[in-house]
């Protein structure tokens, strides 16, 4: 079970349970979404004793309780869960918590500073409105001198183009929906998408004795250990999570999927070699459908040596590190994959009776409506602050870092916003960690 680093401080907000009835018209600061992200800049504006709210259309970490199968566990080890006041401190360092221990950690957390959260709330829009902002709630409407926008890096599941093509008497499952493999009809399951989740669920389904096609795309990869140390640590180590968004070399590079490994049983290597190896049916990108067939791009090998390319891309970094501290990764890249892959695969003919969609999110801020996205829908802001006096975003994949939208340094990124607010709503308090 998870443990809290810290316990928290007390009486500078009202407990979570009050805030219902005392909730206000009006707010210093509100804070969209009770994940991670929120709940961190809460942590800050507690600390620096700002007037706040936390907006939450589930209940806290609702992301983590509702959108994820029931095996999963983080794919970061423990040690690396570096949440302002609810860094990791129990048994099992080394461990990867499962989900139940991750709602617990977060319930801890949140039970240790009491944030102000108002819990089932949804904010169906914000905007601009004299000084300030008005949100639009299932109650009415709140006034808010300043907003952060926590909602969550990964909102909108992404599906392909021609995803629409698909036959209506297969079974088709976002990776939000998926549970276990007895929830799913019987028969063959095509995972559509290979980056950290579709490997996991083709493990999964594959050891569930289910036959699986895995149609993969461009993702890194690296081994679960090296030299004796997790992956997780050579990223932090050698700097990769320090990347900012002029570090990449396009805006579209922010949808890189994340390094491939998982956390499952203790942690080992899960990429596209592993998973052939193991018998999953690996096929190229998905190109649309047609009479009962599932057409897919003859791209497999092509894909398998970008993730390569990508997977050499951060062993320069590796060596950077090893060479630094004159240590060794023990890591050498193989050579290319070359796996025989099927263009057609006849849905009927290899009795497939579930499609699970595993192709990544997109943003979904349509109900913030003001004038601060990019092409792709990412909010343009600078250290979380936008261009819109007063609204800022927390959360947001390379928001500052690599390391922005995980447990890991989320923190830093909240800090920093808190920082900001503070100097707009009031004197700059001592935060218990860095100073500037
Ligand atoms: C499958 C998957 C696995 C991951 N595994 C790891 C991992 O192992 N380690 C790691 O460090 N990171 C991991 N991450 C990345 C990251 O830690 C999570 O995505 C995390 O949930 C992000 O936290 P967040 O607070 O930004 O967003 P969320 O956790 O999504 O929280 C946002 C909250 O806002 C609420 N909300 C949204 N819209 C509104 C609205 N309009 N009004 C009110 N409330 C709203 C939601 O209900 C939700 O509770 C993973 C991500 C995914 C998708």
Redesign the pocket.
Known sequence: MARLGSKGREGVVPAAAKIAAEMQEKVDVAI???????LATSWYLTEGKIDHVV????RV????RSR?WDSFC???PNW?VKLPGGEYAGPEPDGYMSLSELIAHFESWAESFDPPVQEG????SIEADGDGFKLTLPTGSLHARSVVV??????RAHLPANSAQLPANVTQVL?EDYRNPAALPPGAVLIIGGG??GCQLAEELHEAGRKVFLSCGRCPWAPRRMGGKDLVWWVIESGFWNRTPADLPSPAARLIGNVLST?HGGGHDLNYRVLHEMGVELVGRFAGAEDGKIHFADDLAQNSDASDGLAAGFKKWVDALCEKRSISSTWVLPPPMRVQARTELDLAGEGVGTVIWTSG?RSDYG?VHLPVFDDMGFPVQQDGRTSVPGLYF??VHFQRKAQS????G?GEDAEIVARDIVERHGPIPAFGRTSP
Not at 55 to 58: D, M, P, T
Not at 121 to 124: E, F, K, R, T
Request: hydrophobic share 40%.
């Open positions: 969209v979404g009770g994940g991670q992200a929120g907006l939450e259309a589930g970490a609702e992301t983590w994820r983080l794919v970061t690396s709330c949804q904010v169906s926590a909602s969550g890096g990964y909102q990776a950290q989740t956390g999110y109900w927390m959360g939208a995980v447990l890991y989320v």
